[in-house]
C-alpha cells in the first residue's frame, strides 16, 4: 500500500462523517449560522443535527451561542480556526489519496 | 464526500443570498432607476451627459442603500423561514478599493466613448448586454441557480436587439437597462414566490 493510502487511516474521525463534513463545509464561507439554516441546509433531523453539532463544538471545530430573538431561542454555530484547519486538513489527504491511485 | 462535492457544499451559503430573489429584484430596481436617468437624458428633460455623473451617484449610493434594505427584508421575511447566516465582511480597506475601481471603469468608459467615438454609439447597448450577461453567466456557474443562464441570454439578447434598432447610446441604454431591470424584478419575483411556497422547517426547541 503507498503511503498516501495509508494516510486516508489517519483521517480525522470527527471531520469524517458525512453529516459534520457537511455541516463543516457550509460553515466555512460564513461568519456564523443558526440552527434552522442548518436544518434546512443538511437536511437532518433537529435530534441529529443537534448531535453532531455537540460533537463538533468538543472537538473545537465550532462554536455555539444559545441566545433569544424575543421569545425565540436561537442557536449561532461559528467555525473555528481548528475547524477550519482540521477540514482543510481533510481534503488534502482526500486529495493525496485519490491522486495516488491508478487511472 | 469526494472533493468536488465538499467545493459545492462550502459555495452553497454564496447561493443562499440569491436563492429568495429579493436581491435579484433589487438589481432589477437599480437597473430601472438607471434606465430613467438614461431615459431623462435622451428626453431632453436634464442637460446632456448628465448621466454619466447621474450613473455614478445612482450605482454608488444605489448599491450602499440596497445592501441595507436586502439585509432588512432578509431579515424579516427570508431568515425567519429558512435560518439566518451572517456573511464575514470584507475588509474595508477592500470594499472601499472595490467602490473606487467600479466608479473609475464606469467613469473612464463614458468618458472614452464620449470623447473618442472610438464605437458606433448604438453599439453600447450591445456591450452592456455581453457585460452584464457574462456577469450573470458567471454568477449562474459559480452559484448553480439555472435561471441566471437565462437571464444571461436575456441580456444579450437585449443587448443586440437594441443595438440593431440604432436607437444611438443613451436611449439605447435606457431601452436596454428598463429592459433588464424589469426581467429582474420579474424572475426575482418568480423566485420569491417559489421560495414563500416551500414548507417551514419548525422552530428549534
Redesign the interface.
Known sequence: MNEELRDLTKVDRVVHEPARLLILAILHGLASADFRYLLHETGLTKGNLSTHLMRLEEAGYITIEKTFRGKVPQTQCRITEQGKAALRDYRERLKRAAASLPE | ???RA?DR??????R?WYQDGVAEIGTGILFLLIALLFFAEASGLVPPSFSAIGLIVVVFFGVQVGRRVLREIKAHVT?PR????????APRYRRKIATAVLVAVITGAVVAVSIKRTLPLSWIPLLDGLLIGGFLFYLGHRLSLGRFYLLAAASAGVGALIALADRGDIAGSAAYFGAMGALLVVSGGVALLGYLRQPV?????
Open positions: 464526500m469526494d472533493d465538499i457544499a462550502m459555495r452553497r451559503p454564496q443562499y431568515y429558512t435560518g439566518q447566516v451572517r456573511y464575514p465582511e422547517p419548525p422552530e428549534e426547541q
